[in-house]
């Protein structure tokens, strides 16, 4: 037997319009992660803070979807992933993808000539396709940490530096502004110049920061200060009951934190822009190349 549990009722018509209204004002930024419309949604008074609103929302969302008011596209669930091994129809088909992905993955170290080595670090994965689309425009790598991480992470971290040549490296770190995302940080200094003996790393917390908390009027997690949490102790006394999470940020906020953090380690613009117009005329080659290998196959 089929089970229904969700009713359209005035009241949840209602939120689901300011859903919509959000989807739509945020729309250059979809696909949005359930985490982040909560947010929006507390952020203007559409909804209480609770973690009861939360589960609710989430609901809502699901038979929002199964009964066509909103697309599938506009939510993500970047926890889950599907590995396609299913293979190609032909060798044609498998020619056109794999030339454009040689034109589309093709990208030029655009650092040439500056001085410093610079990663994206975020505490988050559920974000990072806000980060990547920024990113990827600088040539600048993300690093999802997805919690603390293991001195092996932080060894391939070490092993990237050496290739860099003598260039100063900087980690610009995004994470919650809780016990866990701000104790995140400090664990991988203490490990990387402690432990490992790295000290010429630059780090710099972009976000979550306290004067973000005020300035956007970001709501707190209501479930993040864990009494129990061994963490806790320490951030009350540094932060007070503050505890917000990076998703709160709206994600037209979050994108030009992203952007202007890494502007200002270019050191020399102009050398800067001289490699993104190489960059494009080695684009407009590869994808000529491509038509031309086309021809020849066909």
């Not at 909560?38 to 009964?67: C, F, H, P």
């Not at 040439?112 to 670090?121: I, N, S």
Request: with cysteine.
């Amino acid at each position: 037997m089929a089970r229904r549990q969700w009713k359209w009722t005035k009241h949840q018509l209602d939120k689901l319009n300011k859903v919509i209204g959000i989807l739509d004002e945020l729309k250059e930024y979809k696909p949005l992660t359930l985490r982040q419309i909560y947010y929006q949604l507390v952020s203007v008074g559409y909804i209480e803070n609770k973690v009861t609103e939360y589960g609710m929302l989430s609901n809502m969302l699901k038979w929002a979807r199964l009964d066509g008011y909103i697309s599938w596209s506009d939510v993500e669930d970047r926890v889950r992933a599907f590995h396609n091994l299913q293979g190609w129809q032909d060798k044609a088909s498998f020619l056109d993808v794999a030339l454009n992905s040689i034109a589309n993955q093709y990208s030029r170290d655009l650092w040439q000539g500056q001085g410093r080595y610079v990663e994206v670090w975020i505490e988050k994965d559920a974000l990072s396709s806000i980060f990547t689309n920024v990113c990827s425009s600088f040539g600048v790598s993300v690093v999802v940490c997805r919690g603390f991480s293991s001195v092996s992470f932080l060894n391939d971290f070490r092993v990237r530096l050496v290739k860099q040549d003598g260039k100063e490296p900087v980690m610009l770190y995004f994470g919650d502004l809780d016990p866990s995302g701000v104790e995140m940080l400090e664990a991988m200094k203490t490990t990387l110049k402690d432990e490992m003996k790295i000290d010429s790393v630059e780090f710099k917390r972009i976000a979550l920061l306290r004067e973000d908390i005020s300035k956007y009027k970001l709501p707190h997690n209501p479930d993040a200060l864990k009494r129990t949490d061994t963490r806790a102790k320490k951030h009350v006394e540094s932060y007070g009951d503050l505890a917000v999470e990076l998703d709160a940020l709206r994600p037209d906020v979050l994108t030009q934190k992203v952007k202007d953090a890494i502007e200002n380690e270019i050191g020399d613009p102009d050398v800067f822009n001289s490699q993104i117009r190489e960059y494009n005329r080695e684009i407009d080659e590869l994808s000529k190349l491509k038509g031309q290998f086309m021809e020849l196959v066909r």
